[in-house]
């Protein structure tokens, strides 16, 4: 506390009165009241007055510890407690300043002043330094209270400053202690929350220099409460095809998750609490449980609602035929699920043996029945339908065979043998009338239809004949199968346009054993060996190796051919190191000059074509001959004027005037053959000169 200047010359004047007045006492008294106050960071004086003795000694203590000594009107500075010493400042007239007070100098304060021979007097201050409100927040345990589970406490810090008063508020509203809010210390305590404790709760913290109010959103858990379940639309019983919704809901907070529960799992139809069933099946007839679940606090309530639903067996009903030995039938007619299940019956088998749902016949095979069609009945409440199977016996198949060579260079060949049968055929192998049996060199595979045959010997395969019987309660189909040796049936050639590529095509017997091919040709080197050094001239006159092809493999192409070049090619099927018959040779061109067989024929048709053209030159001497004799028998025609023919007219043509005679040309004599003209010959009347010039 600070005093200003009329204060202090006013209390100068009442102590040097006060001594001369009461000179044999030592007095000392505050200046104001006792009990001091400052902010944090400011200045205060604890201001006092003293009287009856000249220059005492002042000692100011700070709860019982002296922090400060002097003597009054002594030059010597005061002696101020080493922590103190930027604090604690003395006055020249005892009192005590505080600069720049911080909290931890709250406290009581005491001073006393000594005289010798007056003895000692004493004053009393309370200081109390407030600091600012900074940093002020409120918490609260647990995070989410659950209602009637735990009780809510809440509890309000700062970073600074001094709580004189607080003040606790719910939603706006005081809080007063009772028997659900206790408020003790920096903390208010919620006995047995519910529902109605939600909201926010706020303190007010103040003191005289500062206020600050804090705030908190409580939130208490609770429910579930009693699920409410229904069934839209409301029916006894529901038919497969319907379309009806489940809901279900409860009183939370949060609001409870709703998870519909059937046979053991959740339907993922299920959307906010609704689960909608569309198209509806019996096989979703049951017991529905709706769980409700408050995901915060971990409660739970449920519901349980029954769906009855019947529905038509789905599908259409199968039938089919088996065999349980070479002597009966099983006729098998399913059309499952529905309510209730459909009745299964073959009528054209049996008028009193019926089933449900899978119904199956044995029937002892028959002769009649092989390419019979049987019907089966499926009777239904909603409906009746039928399906029908037909029995056959094997029938006729071809053999197939594949060869390969294995890893451990045995060759395998497998022969397959399948028949088109109902019920499927079993398959059985021979060897030369033996039954086989699975061994190193014969395998089975477990269906019966593939027979593998492995060995290193291509003699293993050929020498002996195998069986593959088909065979089925109503008939049976056997065939034999000879395994022939490395063999082309059939080989061509094709070149193109250029004459620079060639593909050579082969044809093998369907039951040759062949695991390769090699292609041989004869004639000049081709690019790609001409890198080969040491090859002697004469061996493109005869036929070398230039590929080998797979087993599979039934064409090849070689190219980089010379199209002036004559090439001769074939193709020598192998089973492994055994070579077989070579293909027919192919070559790219016909070679150059005539075959002898080609002269023979050219010198056995000079002869003949020399007597063909006799022929025909008398063919057409006779054709002519003939025409010549009809020409002369064809009258030439009278003049329709009688008059002009009766002299001759000669009048010359401008035309032909040239040279020509003046009489006109006597046109009977052009046509006169030697024979003839020893005859008398018609008087020729030329015609008249309009005659003459259309006739030219």
């Not at 911080?102 to 005491?110: D, E, F, L």
């Not at 659900?180 to 003191?207: I, K, M």
């Not at 449920?302 to 035929?321: A, D, F, K, M, N």
Request: some cysteine; aromatic content about 6%.
């Amino acid at each position: 506390m600070s005093f200003t200047l009329s204060e202090r010359l006013m209390t100068l004047f009442f102590l040097h009165f006060g001594i001369q007045v009461v000179a044999c006492q030592l007095v000392v008294s505050p200046v104001g009241p006792s009990e001091a106050i400052a902010v944090a960071g400011g200045n205060v004086t604890l201001a006092v007055t003293s009287s009856g003795a000249p220059d005492p000694t002042v000692t100011w203590s700070k709860d019982s510890l002296p922090v400060v000594t002097w003597t009054i009107g002594s030059d010597a500075e005061p002696d101020v407690a080493p922590e103190h010493r930027n604090v604690l400042t003395l006055e020249s007239n005892g009192s005590l300043t505080l600069v720049k007070a911080s909290v931890r100098y709250s406290g009581n304060y005491s001073v006393s002043m000594t005289k010798s021979g007056l003895g000692t007097a004493s004053a009393d201050f309370t200081l109390k330094v407030y600091e600012l409100f900074q940093g002020a927040s409120l918490s609260s345990l647990p995070d989410l209270p659950a209602e009637g589970v735990e009780n809510i406490t809440l509890q309000y810090s700062f970073t600074k400053g001094v709580v004189d008063d607080q003040t606790w508020f719910l939603n706006g509203t005081a809080i007063q202690s009772n028997s659900r809010y206790s408020v003790e210390g920096q903390r208010l305590t919620v006995l047995q929350p519910n529902r109605g404790d939600t909201g926010e709760y706020a303190v007010l913290l103040s003191n005289p220099f500062s206020s600050v109010r804090a705030h908190k959103n409580v939130t208490v858990l609770y429910g579930p409460d009693e699920p409410i379940l229904h069934v839209h639309p409301a029916k006894p019983f529901h038919v497969s095809g319907d379309s009806l919704n489940l809901s279900c809901r409860a009183d939370g907070f949060p609001e409870p998750v709703v998870e519909w529960v059937f046979g053991g799992k959740v339907p993922p139809e299920a959307d906010d609490g609704v689960l909608s069933l569309v198209d509806v099946r019996t096989n979703q007839g049951g017991v529905y449980t709706c769980r409700l679940r408050n995901e915060l606090s971990g409660s739970q309530r449920q519901g349980e609602v029954t769906l009855t639903i019947h529905e038509r067996p789905p599908g259409e009903p199968v039938c089919s035929v088996q065999s349980e030995d070479d002597l009966s039938l099983l006729y098998h007619c399913q059309w499952p699920s529905g309510s209730p299940l459909a009745q299964l019956s073959f009528p054209a088998l049996s008028s009193t043996s019926s089933g449900q749902g899978n119904f199956t016949l044995n029937v002892a095979a028959a002769d009649s029945l092989d390419g019979e069609t049987v019907v089966c009945m499926a009777e239904h409440p909603t409906e009746t339908k039928d399906c029908n199977i037909t029995a056959t016996s094997p029938a006729r198949f071809v053999p197939m065979m594949r060869t390969v060579v294995r890893d451990d260079g045995k060759i395998e060949v497998s022969i397959t043998c399948l028949s088109k049968a109902s019920p499927s055929a079993v398959v059985t192998w021979l060897k030369g009338g033996e039954a086989i049996d699975d061994d190193a060199v014969y395998q089975i595979d477990s269906d019966t239809t593939v027979l593998k045959i492995r060995d290193f010997n291509v003699s293993t395969f050929v020498q002996h004949t195998y069986t593959c019987s088909c065979r089925n309660p109503l008939g049976v189909q056997n065939r034999e199968i000879q395994l022939l040796g490395p063999a082309i049936s059939d080989s061509g050639l094709i070149k193109n346009p250029e004459g620079t590529v060639i593909t050579l095509t082969w044809e093998v017997p369907t039951t040759a054993v062949v695991t390769g091919f090699d292609i041989q040709m004869k004639g000049p080197e081709l690019p790609s060996e001409s890198r080969n050094s040491g090859r002697h001239k004469k061996a493109s006159e005869e036929y070398r190796l230039i590929q080998k092809r797979p087993g599979h493999a039934r064409s090849t192409d070689v190219l980089d051919l010379d199209p002036k070049s004559l090439y001769h090619f074939r193709v020598i099927p192998r089973a492994l190191m055994i070579e077989g018959k070579p293909s027919k040779a192919h070559r790219t061109r016909q070679a150059s000059g005539l075959s002898g067989p080609a002269i023979a024929g050219i010198a056995a048709g000079i002869p003949c074509s020399l007597l063909f053209l006799l022929l025909l030159c008398g063919l057409v001497y006779l054709c002519y001959s003939c025409w010549k004799k009809k020409s002369q028998h064809i009258p030439y025609p009278v003049s329709r004027a009688p008059e002009m023919t009766k002299s001759a007219i000669t009048i010359p043509h401008p035309v032909l005037n040239g040279g020509l005679k003046k009489s006109p040309p006597d046109y009977n004599r052009l046509h006169q053959v030697p024979s003839e003209r020893s005859m008398a010959l018609p008087t020729f009347v030329p015609p008249p000169p309009v005659r003459v010039a259309t006739t030219v």
